[in-house]
């Protein structure tokens, strides 16, 4: 399975962005997939999951209420709508699949989130 995050960029607090997350390969054996991020000098981080089936989504609290996660199985992509951005919010984003929740064995590459004050 391989997959191509797209999407990020430079956005003032309070704006708008929408991560793709587009799969391709082995896709049968994917259940779940998630967003994380990883901001500079921390840990990466859960920002929200999808399962490929029946759409059942999870949020970090700290992302409730402004990102929405959904997916398009007819283009084998999921999407992380982000808004209201907060400095805070700056990371690298990575999409993740796998054939149960937490157990992601899929990853892509980055994509840079910047939110400036």
């Known amino acids: 399975v391989q997959l191509q995050a797209s999407g990020g960029g430079l956005v003032q607090a309070g704006g708008s962005l929408r991560l793709s997350c587009a799969a391709s390969?082995?896709?049968?054996?994917?259940?779940?997939m998630g967003w994380f991020r990883q901001a500079p000098g921390k840990e990466r981080e859960f920002v929200a999951r999808?399962?490929?089936?029946?759409?059942?989504?999870y949020y970090a609290d700290s992302v409730k209420g402004r990102f929405t996660i959904s997916r398009d199985n007819a283009k084998n992509t999921v999407y992380l709508q982000m808004n209201s951005l907060k400095p805070e919010d700056t990371a690298d984003y990575y999409c993740?699949?796998?054939?149960?929740?937490?157990?992601?064995?899929?990853w892509g590459q980055g994509t840079e989130v910047t939110v400036s004050s």
């Open positions: 993740s699949a796998g054939p149960i929740h937490g157990l992601y064995n899929y």
């Open positions: 999808i399962s490929w089936s029946g759409g059942t989504t």
């Open positions: 390969g082995s896709i049968f054996s994917i259940n779940d």
